[in-house]
């Protein structure tokens, strides 16, 4: 086995159109900027013996925070314009896994999805109930005046506008996610996202399906997707490239980048961040870019965004 790192941690914030002269250098600087903070986040924690999990939280909670990404504050509004929040995590070490789907005022819907899994029977939380279960167990609570971001709200305006419906390619995604390899070799794997602009009819997408948009095996390795999320729940992707890992002896990248294929002879785009048990990580896509970054005990961080980076 080509030896791999330490510990590992591998952040995306979504993937779509990403071009270079697409985004307002201020826009991308910020984008880079939050990236290379979520990295820290999370190293700060694995690079003194931290858990996997405890870093794909604390990764997944400054990307939340920062109303760049399509996730906590500055998630996207559906056809209502309302926000419905997704996210889940899951334990590489024991397969334990907790999700919720369509919550509406939580501030870090990663860390009511750590709530769903260590504290309730259940593996996934929906709308309503996950909204009460997340004031029960005392998550903070976050309002419009956080979450909303104008800029969503005119996106919405502007697919209505166009009489698009919400597979228009313009849309850029927008999801955060991170997975890491710890030095005692467990893996995790953690995604979170408003969705996609225009969503109706209580639409979910992969993201807090296991093993369709978040999957972590410490047998296989642990995977975090974003993008056109039907396509994703086709696919199976997660699940998909962890059983190829695991069964087929692929390394966890050839995996990723077969599964991405395969997904994307269906008609999906987008893409994955991924890390094995021996802790070598990193991405593969089919869209134009991914906002993407990674930092291991032997490698710098580096953060990326468009595909030829
Ligand atoms: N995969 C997400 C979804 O379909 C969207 C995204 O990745 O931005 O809900």
Known sequence: MVSGADWTLVVHGGAGI?????????????IRDALARALDAGAAILRVGGAALDAVEAAVKVLEDDPHFNSGRGSVFTYEGRIEMDAAVMDGRTRDAGAVTGVTATRNPVSLARRVMEDSPHVLLSREGADRF?????????GADWLEIAERRRQL??????????FDVDMKYGTVGAVARDKAGHVAAATSTGG?????????GDSPLIGAGTYADDRAGAVSATGSGEFFIRAVVAHEICARARLAG???LSAARATI???GALG????VIVVGPDGRGGWAFNSKGMYRGKVSNDQDPVVALFGEE
């Open 268 to 271: 999906g785009t987008g893409g």
């Open 261 to 263: 294929a395969d997904m």
């Open 157 to 166: 305006e502007e697919l209505k506008a166009r009489g698009a419906d919400h």
């Open 196 to 204: 996609i602009t225009g969503k109706r009819w209580g639409r979910i």
């Open 18 to 30: 990403i071009e270079q002269g697409t985004l307002a250098p201020e826009q991308e600087a910020a």
């Open 250 to 252: 692929q390394d966890v």
């Open 134 to 142: 997340s004031r029960e167990r005392e998550l903070e609570q976050a």
